[in-house]
């Protein structure tokens, strides 16, 4: 069973494929049932967990038949119900999914009517990673996706995909009939998003960059012309690959130059981290974490 509606006309671009009705997403374990549930969709839009999403711009962006696809603690970038097609996507840790250990599936889903929402897509990609059943996310329709091994072949060594750049990737492999579109992915530290060094970064907005100048994927607000390209245009006895080579050798000694500074930096902050540690051991036990406490996540999505 994919949750469609086949009473429903199929809506323009979508084939002969009926529209999905809400909970759709409920007992859905393979690529090709989750294909067959999201081909009805005009847009797949992929909303990151950023200070770079604007909700209510978003919205009256993409028509009706666009599907909006959230990550995890949701209450980050909504403020209110989202009556729009929606599906949420929740990550599965060593202890199974954040939201569900922290008894957060209640806080999260209350942003999703019921007549749009399709329902939760609990993933994993790493043998580590624990799926839920559906029963732990409260009667909310649940289905499931294992991708395991999915960017092993080609993500970098020691590090672990996001869920967002996952399943960008995947969608991008289903082939799907409408659009795919990443809004907020600027992978950008603030005071409110820490990018924590578990995920390569700088890898995964290459290849999402190169995905969207392929046309596999689009991002919202578009991708600038790299200067590089305007450049060999400009200068066409320069060969690309000079070109290349001269950037990566200055890109190469501004790290070397910076990673200098950084140990001044830390070099200075040794009494304040030494001061700080020391208040910490004196924080009294009922104040301490449980040593059986979780441990420590991942940057989900």
């Known amino acids: 069973m994919t949750g469609l509606d086949q009473g429903v006309p199929s809506q323009p671009g979508t084939g002969k494929i009926g529209f999905p009705v809400a909970g759709a997403a409920a007992g859905l374990t393979t690529a090709e049932e989750w294909r067959s549930t999201l081909a009805a969709f005009s847009h797949i839009v992929l909303v990151a967990n950023s200070d770079a999403v604007d909700i209510a711009s978003l919205q009256t962006q993409f028509p009706s038949t666009a599907l909006f696809v959230f990550f995890n603690k949701v209450y980050k970038v909504l403020d209110r119900p989202f009556h729009r097609h929606s599906l949420l996507i929740s990550r599965g840790q060593p202890r ?29 990609l790493a043998l580590e990673e624990k799926l839920n059943p559906a029963a732990d996310f409260q009667g909310a329709p649940t289905g499931h996706l294992d991708l395991v091994g999915f960017c092993s072949d080609f993500y970098t060594e020691g590090k672990t995909p996001t869920s967002g750049f996952a399943m960008a990737l995947w969608l991008s492999d289903l082939k799907l009939p409408g659009a795919i579109v990443l809004a907020g992915f600027s992978a950008k530290r603030s005071e409110k998003w820490r990018v924590v060094s578990v995920h390569d970064w700088t890898f995964e907005q290459t290849f999402l960059r190169l995905f969207a ?16 390209i305007r450049l060999a245009e400009r200068f066409c ?8 080579l ?40 009922f104040l301490k974490r449980s040593p059986n406490g979780p441990p420590k996540e991942q940057k989900e999505g």
Do not use: C, Q
């Open 237 to 244: 006895e320069v060969p690309p690959a000079e070109i290349a």
């Open 96 to 124: 199974g999914a954040n939201i569900v250990y922290r008894g957060e599936v209640g806080d999260v889903v209350k942003f999703f009517p019921k007549d749009h929402f399709l329902g939760i897509m609990n993933i994993r």
């Open 213 to 228: 100048r392929l046309g596999k994927i689009t991002i919202h607000g578009g991708v600038s012309l790299n200067p590089y």
């Open 246 to 285: 001269a950037a990566a050798e200055v890109l190469s000694e501004r790290l070397s130059n910076a990673d200098v500074e950084v140990d001044k930096l830390i070099s200075l902050t040794n009494v304040i981290r030494s001061t700080d540690n020391f208040l910490r051991r004196l924080k009294p036990n």
